[in-house]
Protein backbone atom coordinates (compact mmCIF):
# COMPACT_ATOMS: atom_id res chain seq x y z
CA UNK A 1 0.00 0.00 0.00
CA UNK A 2 1.21 3.51 -0.50
CA UNK A 3 -0.90 6.22 1.23
CA UNK A 4 -0.98 9.70 -0.54
CA UNK A 5 -1.59 13.21 1.18
CA UNK A 6 -1.70 16.31 -1.03
CA UNK A 7 -1.25 19.84 0.13
CA UNK A 8 -0.74 23.25 -0.94
CA UNK A 9 -4.11 24.26 -2.56
CA UNK A 10 -5.96 27.63 -1.99
CA UNK A 11 -7.36 30.42 -3.49
CA UNK A 12 -5.53 32.35 -5.80
CA UNK A 13 -6.23 35.35 -8.54
CA UNK A 14 -5.57 34.30 -11.96
CA UNK A 15 -1.70 35.08 -13.21
CA UNK A 16 -0.62 33.84 -9.48
CA UNK A 17 1.45 30.58 -9.10
CA UNK A 18 1.01 27.92 -6.69
CA UNK A 19 3.15 24.46 -5.63
CA UNK A 20 1.15 21.61 -4.69
CA UNK A 21 2.94 18.53 -2.79
CA UNK A 22 1.90 15.16 -2.14
CA UNK A 23 3.70 13.50 0.13
CA UNK A 24 3.94 9.59 0.17
CA UNK A 25 4.41 6.76 2.66
CA UNK A 26 3.93 3.10 2.70
CA UNK A 27 6.17 1.50 -0.05
CA UNK A 28 9.22 1.96 -1.68
CA UNK A 29 8.44 5.37 -3.14
CA UNK A 30 11.38 5.32 -5.76
CA UNK A 31 9.21 2.30 -7.47
CA UNK A 32 6.26 4.09 -8.47
CA UNK A 33 5.75 6.65 -11.47
CA UNK A 34 4.14 9.37 -9.93
CA UNK A 35 0.66 11.92 -11.74
CA UNK A 36 -1.07 14.76 -10.98
CA UNK A 37 -4.96 14.56 -12.07
CA UNK A 38 -7.75 17.69 -11.70
CA UNK A 39 -11.31 17.48 -11.42
CA UNK A 40 -13.33 19.96 -12.12
CA UNK A 41 -16.98 20.99 -10.78
CA UNK A 42 -19.45 18.96 -13.15
CA UNK A 43 -16.48 17.06 -15.39
CA UNK A 44 -14.91 14.09 -15.37
CA UNK A 45 -11.12 13.56 -13.98
CA UNK A 46 -8.43 14.36 -16.33
CA UNK A 47 -4.79 14.20 -16.23
CA UNK A 48 -2.58 17.43 -15.78
CA UNK A 49 1.40 16.08 -15.71
CA UNK A 50 3.28 12.62 -15.08
CA UNK A 51 6.88 12.18 -13.91
CA UNK A 52 8.65 9.08 -14.37
CA UNK A 53 10.20 7.32 -11.27
CA UNK A 54 13.59 8.77 -11.35
CA UNK A 55 12.29 11.98 -12.23
CA UNK A 56 13.97 11.99 -15.91
CA UNK A 57 10.65 12.03 -17.61
CA UNK A 58 7.93 13.92 -17.93
CA UNK A 59 4.42 15.02 -19.89
CA UNK A 60 2.18 17.16 -19.36
CA UNK A 61 -1.77 17.52 -20.96
CA UNK A 62 -1.52 20.54 -23.60
CA UNK A 63 -3.39 23.12 -21.46
CA UNK A 64 -0.38 23.58 -18.67
CA UNK A 65 2.05 22.79 -20.90
CA UNK A 66 4.77 25.79 -20.04
CA UNK A 67 3.14 26.80 -17.44
CA UNK A 68 3.35 23.60 -14.57
CA UNK A 69 6.17 21.94 -13.84
CA UNK A 70 6.10 18.53 -12.25
CA UNK A 71 9.01 17.57 -10.20
CA UNK A 72 9.81 14.83 -7.41
CA UNK A 73 11.91 14.27 -4.66
CA UNK A 74 12.65 10.40 -3.83
CA UNK A 75 14.59 11.48 -0.74
CA UNK A 76 11.46 13.02 0.82
CA UNK A 77 8.89 10.84 -0.87
CA UNK A 78 7.68 13.72 -2.09
CA UNK A 79 5.99 14.55 -5.48
CA UNK A 80 5.33 18.10 -6.80
CA UNK A 81 3.25 20.34 -9.11
CA UNK A 82 4.68 23.84 -9.92
CA UNK A 83 1.59 25.65 -11.19
CA UNK A 84 2.54 29.47 -12.65
CA UNK A 85 0.02 31.72 -14.69
CA UNK A 86 -3.07 30.18 -13.27
CA UNK A 87 -6.28 30.88 -14.77
CA UNK A 88 -9.92 30.36 -13.76
CA UNK A 89 -10.14 27.22 -16.00
CA UNK A 90 -7.69 25.70 -13.70
CA UNK A 91 -9.96 25.85 -10.58
CA UNK A 92 -10.61 21.88 -9.87
CA UNK A 93 -10.01 19.39 -6.96
CA UNK A 94 -5.99 18.37 -7.93
CA UNK A 95 -5.42 14.55 -7.40
CA UNK A 96 -1.97 12.49 -6.82
CA UNK A 97 -1.66 9.41 -7.60
CA UNK A 98 0.93 6.69 -7.72
CA UNK A 99 1.49 3.58 -10.48
CA UNK A 100 3.90 1.56 -12.48
CA UNK A 101 3.72 2.86 -15.62
CA UNK A 102 5.83 5.19 -17.34
CA UNK A 103 4.29 8.58 -17.68
CA UNK A 104 0.76 6.82 -17.65
CA UNK A 105 -2.15 9.39 -18.67
CA UNK A 106 -4.93 7.18 -17.92
CA UNK A 107 -6.93 6.82 -14.23
CA UNK A 108 -6.52 3.45 -14.99
CA UNK A 109 -2.22 3.31 -15.33
CA UNK A 110 -2.41 4.42 -11.37
CA UNK A 111 -3.17 2.01 -8.28
CA UNK A 112 -2.89 4.62 -5.48
CA UNK A 113 -4.71 8.11 -4.86
CA UNK A 114 -4.89 10.89 -2.84
CA UNK A 115 -7.83 12.56 -1.22
CA UNK A 116 -7.33 15.73 -3.28
CA UNK A 117 -6.84 19.72 -2.97
CA UNK A 118 -9.04 22.12 -4.12
CA UNK A 119 -7.44 24.68 -6.10
CA UNK A 120 -9.78 27.85 -6.86
CA UNK A 121 -8.60 30.57 -8.96
CA UNK A 122 -10.45 33.96 -9.25
CA UNK A 123 -10.70 36.00 -11.93
Known amino acids: QVQLVESGGGLVQAGGSLRLSCAASGRTFSNYAMGWFRQAPGKEREFVAAVSWSGGGNYYTDSVKGRFTISRDNAKNTVYLQMNSLKPEDTAVYYC????????????????WGQGTQVTVSS
Open 97 to 112: AAGLKYLGTADSDYVY
